[in-house]
């Protein structure tokens, strides 16, 4: 009765059963009300990541989930690729896509040439224990009348599947949405492009995609699945550590501001503040903020970077350039070095 409640509030008919998979706890107020993004049922079936996941033309399932699973692992892919139910009779794919969570549009990118996701939607969540963002890509058309600014409810129609890209399409038969949850690193992102002197123009403000950090959104639905978090910020406070890095710096990042549960004790005042410990899993995303005092940053130059692996013994992905050690010390990759510099402001090599 609950669920066709809310399928009535958020505009369906109660005629079209099961057509949306809501997560809802009936105790305790403060936990989520999550969305599956698309029609398929599969998932919440318990069926394999075959019947839901839509591969590369490698044709392995593994291809289309979050983090190193292309080119043989060397190859990062951001969110996971969702294959459609439903084609017309031409074999387009017109599965709607559902917002997840309340939230407010921030970015819509109607023009597929100016990126490789194609048509896309980026909607900020702020009252879902960490204001983490969802981004719905390869859209074949947007609502009606949706624009940059509109609040949207969790199970709202915001776009119809597609295969949209820069460049030529994506072929017919491996049509998807692309789903990421992810968090901004700066405000300041346009500084950054403009320095990095790519040779193209920046045509999505702060939202372009390598402004964006994210998590694992299959990861994240198995942990709340099994109630094993309620919310977001106890999945992203729980990630396992694989780098951490120490800066000299009385600089407070905005990220800081923007997520202050990622900080793991409060910001001291005046002198007693004198750097930042930043905790990083093995996929890049800065979770955990620690403020340092004058004597934990000793030996440290003023905004100097001192990368460490946590655990030396590990193997970090491929797919992401962390750190990597030369002559017996830490240095700083190119995946990492590029989150610095924007999270930090800092326009010089690392």
């Known amino acids: 009765m609950r669920f066709r409640k809310f399928l009535r509030a958020a505009g369906f008919a109660a005629a079209v059963p099961l057509c949306l998979f809501v997560l809802v706890e009936s105790v305790r107020a403060e936990r989520l009300e999550m969305v599956w993004p698309t029609p398929n049922t599969a998932y919440f079936d318990g069926k394999g990541i075959a019947d839901f996941i839509q591969p590369t033309a490698s044709g392995e399932p593994e291809s289309g989930l979050f983090g190193c699973h292309r080119t043989n692992g060397a190859q990062f892919h951001e969110g996971v690729d969702l294959k459609p139910v439903r084609r017309d009779r031409n074999g387009e794919p017109i599965d709607q ?131 094993s978090v309620d919310d977001f910020t106890q999945y992203i406070t729980r990630l396992k550590p694989a780098v951490r890095v120490r800066v000299a710096t009385k600089f407070t990042p905005d990220f800081v501001a923007r997520y202050p549960a990622l900080l793991t004790k409060a910001l001291p005042e005046g002198n007693a503040f004198a750097g930042w410990e930043i905790t990083f899993n093995d996929m890049g995303l800065p979770f955990a903020w620690t403020p340092l005092g004058p004597m934990e940053v000793i030996g440290l130059r003023p905004n100097e970077f001192q990368a460490t692996q946590v655990d030396p013994n590990a193997r970090l992905p491929r797919c992401k350039s962390l750190v990597f050690k030369k002559r017996g010390r830490y240095e700083i990759g190119r995946d990492l070095e590029s989150t610095l510099q924007l999270l930090f402001g800092v326009r010089k090599e690392l």
């Open 97 to 227: 896509i559902f917002a997840t969570l309340p939230g407010t549009v921030r970015y819509i990118n109607r023009v597929p040439g100016n990126s490789n996701y194609g048509r896309y939607i980026l909607i900020e969540h702020p009252d879902t224990g960490l204001p983490v963002n969802t981004l719905y890509a390869h859209l074949s058309a947007i609502a009606p009348g949706l624009k940059a600014g509109d609040k949207v409810q969790g199970g709202q129609v915001i776009a119809t599947m597609g295969r949209s890209s820069n460049g030529s399409a994506i072929p017919r038969d491996r049509a998807h949405l692309h789903f990421e949850i992810n968090l901004l690193l700066t405000h300041n992102f346009q500084s950054w492009y403009d320095w990095k002197k790519f040779g193209s123009r920046n045509e999505h403000g702060i939202w372009n995609g390598m402004n964006l950090v994210g998590i694992d959104p299959l990861d994240f639905f198995n942990a709340f699945r099994t109630r």
